[in-house]
């Protein structure tokens, strides 16, 4: 007997062993699942949904709505995302996928959303969309409903060990003899970073570099100033590279490659051995990651369906 039904907490390990069985490249710890699903704040009763056969829970979906407004995007009442869904692959194709988005879907329209997307939630995607070499079934599943393919991003990986960073210190001399210099966050540039996040920088990136800051030392966080101006900054988590930005006046005067390189040489000497960069365009992996010695490891499919 199937049944579909919101998740309790009783769920928790064998929803985790689930979605490793149906996500084996992108598993959750308890903690991880935790903190990124239960306690996200536009996670209502009805988000995640699970799938029962023979009383044990065999699939899932995971579809969000806002339920408090992120920054100028505000509430977007006809937006929603399906951010994860899996089933155990011993109980495919038994409609049990169909079954689950038949009532996300359904939930979503009562509540007013007219659009659904696969998986670009702000702030906590998982990944940006269904992996196309990992899980090419997913996206055939989501064809035959209707959704439509909008973007392609890529994820890249650089092993930080045999970077070389030595091409970009002549650069970095050019760009300070013209008075832009290229140098880790101090405090004395706390504030004027804050300033540049304000006025700069999207308000994802701005909400991650204000949690990064109150948890991690501020030389994570590489500048770049004109004088007595922030005008551009990397940031690194761990191993995760980037976000990265320069203010619009400076762009294509070789800044962004120089703060690029002095954060992946930080990363190094802080031990790392590598970098990688989880959504980025074909364009901007040639152009930008490329010469950094960043490689493409995986591509996903974004995708959309009206309601």
Same mark, same amino acid.
């Given at each position: 007997?199937?049944?579909?039904r919101?998740?309790?907490?009783?769920?928790?390990?064998?929803?985790?062993?689930?979605?490793?069985?149906?996500?084996?490249?992108?598993a959750?710890?308890? +903690?991880?699942?935790?903190?990124?699903?239960? &306690?996200?704040?536009?996670?209502? =009763?009805?988000s /995640?949904?699970? #799938?029962e056969? *023979?009383?044990?829970p065999?699939?899932?979906?995971?579809?969000?709505?806002?339920?408090?407004?992120?920054?100028?995007?505000?509430?977007?009442?006809?937006?929603?995302?399906?951010?994860?869904?899996?089933?155990?692959?011993?109980h495919q194709?038994?409609?049990?996928?169909?079954?689950?988005?038949?009532?996300?879907?359904?939930?979503?329209?009562?509540?007013?959303?007219?659009?659904?997307?696969v998986?670009?939630?702000?702030?906590?995607?998982?990944?940006?969309?269904?992996?196309?070499?990992?899980?090419?079934?997913?996206?055939?599943?989501?064809?035959?409903?209707?959704?439509?393919?909008?973007?392609r991003?890529?994820?890249?990986?650089?092993?930080?060990?045999?970077?070389?960073?030595?091409?970009y210190?002549?650069?970095g001399?050019?760009?300070? +003899?013209?008075?832009l210099?290229?140098?880790? &966050?101090?405090?004395?540039?706390? =504030?004027?970073? /804050?300033?540049? #996040?304000?006025t *700069?920088?999207?308000?994802?990136?701005l909400?991650?570099?204000?949690?990064?800051?109150a948890?991690?030392?501020?030389e994570t966080?590489?500048?770049?100033?004109?004088?007595?101006?922030v005008?551009?900054?990397c940031q690194?988590?761990g191993?995760?590279?980037?976000?990265?930005?320069?203010?619009?006046?400076?762009?294509?005067?070789?800044?962004?490659?120089?703060?690029?390189?002095?954060c992946?040489?930080?990363?190094?000497t802080?031990?790392?051995?590598?970098?990688?960069?989880?959504?980025?365009?074909?364009?901007?992996?040639e152009?930008?990651?490329?010469?950094?010695?960043?490689?493409?490891?995986?591509?996903?499919?974004?995708?959309?369906?009206?309601l």
């Open positions: 007997m199937n049944s579909i919101p998740y309790t907490g009783a769920d928790e390990a064998a929803l985790l062993a689930l979605w490793a069985a149906a996500l084996p490249l992108d959750l710890d308890t +903690a991880a699942f935790r903190r990124r699903v239960l &306690l996200d704040p536009n996670v209502g =009763p009805e /995640l949904l699970v #799938a056969s *023979d009383g044990q065999r699939g899932f979906v995971l579809a969000i709505r806002r339920r408090e407004p992120f920054g100028d995007l505000g509430l977007q009442p006809e937006q929603a995302w399906i951010t994860a869904f899996g089933v155990d692959p011993a194709r038994q409609g049990l996928g169909r079954a689950l988005f038949d009532a996300a879907e359904g939930q979503l329209a009562a509540a007013g959303v007219r659009r659904v997307a998986a670009p939630y702000i702030p906590g995607y998982f990944v940006p969309g269904v992996d196309e070499a990992a899980y090419p079934a997913a996206l055939a599943f989501l064809a035959g409903r209707g959704y439509e393919v909008v973007q991003p890529v994820a890249l990986d650089a092993n930080l060990v045999t970077f070389d960073y030595g091409p210190l002549e650069r001399a050019r760009l300070a +003899a013209e008075g210099f290229v140098e880790p &966050l101090a405090a004395d540039w706390l =504030p004027a970073f /804050l300033r540049f #996040a304000e *700069d920088l999207p308000h994802d990136w909400r991650d570099a204000r949690d990064l800051l948890h991690a030392p501020l966080f590489t500048i770049a100033r004109d004088g007595a101006r005008i551009g900054y690194h988590r191993e995760h590279f980037g976000p990265f930005g320069v203010s619009e006046g400076y762009r294509a005067r070789g800044v962004g490659k120089v703060l690029l390189a002095t992946l040489r930080a990363m190094r802080r031990g790392l051995h590598n970098a990688w960069v989880l959504w980025t365009s074909d364009e901007t992996a152009r930008v990651y490329g010469p950094l010695g960043f490689r493409e490891t995986r591509r996903f499919a974004v995708l959309r369906r009206e």
